[in-house]
């Protein structure tokens, strides 16, 4: 079997067995998990484990998450395709690179400038040019692209930052994991339902690298 297929079984496996197994169904999420080449994301050291059911080292004592909460989040931010997308923590680009095959437009922010330029040559080398790229702290999200239908924060905060809840769309959401502790959170799923008005639900519990910055936890947090 060449490369190519043998990634392509593994993807198909993953979707299976990961996201289909425990309760993935929106099809959009699962035909983009599907496409999405994850060895293109994680460098060559964890390329063999790709595929593998865990969250994967990056550098910078980050994280790419595992492909079950990737899939969880996005599907949680109830995408039809069309959308305009903002993502708080690029890491490697992987999740943004997911977005933007079902949004028509993806703005991410990454902290720290390493992992910005690495997400940014791998969006490049996969093809996704619907993804912006900046460098920077996502707490103050991206005010000259907002309202946003979806935000999606890949990093966990210890309150809901309010300048990203004043980017949402009246009907907009935002997934986001919170928490008192700086690696173990909340996940919520908050909708803006009116102009001063947002309705938040607990989805599940998580575990996440900390969300650094103004709005969000102090560097050198855990
Ligand atoms: N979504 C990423 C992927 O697909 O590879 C994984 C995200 S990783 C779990 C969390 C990321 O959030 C880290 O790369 C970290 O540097 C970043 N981060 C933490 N605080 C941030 C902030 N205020 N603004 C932007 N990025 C931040």
Redesign the pocket.
Known sequence: MSKRSATRAAREKMVATQLVGRGIRDPGVLDAMRQVQREE?VGPDSEPYAYDDR?LP?G?G????QPYI?AFMIEALQLKGGEKVL??????????AVLARIASAVFT????PE?AGQ?RRNLAATAASNVTIRC????QGWPEEAPFDAILV??GAPDIPAALKSQMKIGGRMVIPVGDEPTSQDLLRVVRTSERDYATEYLTGVR??????SE?WTPGTA
Do not use: H, K
């Open positions: 994301f969250p990056i910078s980050q994280t790419i998450s990737v993502e708080i923590g690029g890491g490697s680009g992987y999740a943004a922010i990454e902290r720290i992992l997400a920077g702290d996502g707490t890949s990093a996440f690298v900390p969300l650094i910055g969000g």
